[in-house]
């Protein structure tokens, strides 16, 4: 069965960096888009960044463009997010999801890692 | 417009049917994905497509979708059904939630 297992997250101070990692198994990773989805405490849902299969195409969000970083692993099947210069406003769960193919449009999401900016 | 629009709360009495709708101009051109989450746990996919149901889920969950608008139907909705609903579309380069929809059920 897809199971997505998230790892990093922790309390980190504004400015700082924190590295997530999403470790995949049960489905064939190097086929899929990835994609990295956040939520704030008793807030919505938000796209963060997603990752083609082939690593060939990548986008983010404006909230975070320029300063976080998506990357992904295939051989190793893992996902990673890379996030610098942290803000108060980062404060979320952040979610690694499964996309299709074609489409970074999430079906499996992960459990998730807390990610709290504070200082 | 890149938004999706959803009421912020909806609730229904067991058995009976409720309807929770998305707007959004994205969706005259793209399909539409709905999710539901319960509290402390991962978003789950229980539409995709616009209007099919994955796997496992319940035949009590339909989707439909007219113009710029979509809708999530619940027919003969349980109590395990109290959830937040999030419906999910894309533009060209990126991708876009609803703000989501407090579904209570009593």
């Known amino acids: 069965q897809v199971k997505l297992v998230e790892s990093g997250g922790g309390l980190v101070k504004p400015g700082g960096s924190l590295r997530l990692s999403c470790a995949a198994s049960?489905?064939?990773?190097?086929?899929?888009?990835m994609s990295w989805i956040r939520q704030a405490p008793g807030k919505g849902l938000e796209w963060v960044s997603y990752?083609?299969?082939?690593?060939?195409?990548?986008n983010y969000a404006d909230s975070v463009k320029g300063r976080f970083t998506i990357s992904r692993d295939n051989d190793k099947s893992s996902l990673y997010l890379q996030m610098n210069s942290l803000r108060v406003e980062d404060t979320a769960v952040y979610y690694c999801?499964?996309?299709?193919?074609?489409?970074?449009?999430?079906?499996?999401w992960g459990q998730g890692t807390l990610v709290t900016v504070s200082s | 417009s890149s938004e999706l629009t959803q009421p912020s709360s909806v609730s229904v009495s067991p058995g009976q049917t409720v309807m929770i709708t998305c707007s959004g101009g994205v969706l005259a051109k793209k399909y539409a994905r709905w999710f539901q989450q319960k509290p402390g746990q991962a978003p789950v996919l229980v539409i995709h497509k616009d209007d099919e149901r994955p796997l496992g889920i319940p035949e009590r969950f339909s989707g439909s979708s007219s113009g710029t608008t979509v809708t999530l139907t619940i027919s003969g909705a349980q109590v395990e059904d109290e959830a937040d609903y999030y419906c999910y579309s894309a533009t060209d380069n990126n991708m876009v939630f609803g703000g989501g929809t407090r579904l209570t059920v009593l």
């Open positions: 999801a499964r996309g299709t193919d074609l489409v970074p449009g999430p079906d499996y």
């Open positions: 990752i083609a299969s082939s690593g060939s195409s990548i």
């Open positions: 049960g489905f064939t990773f190097s086929d899929h888009y």
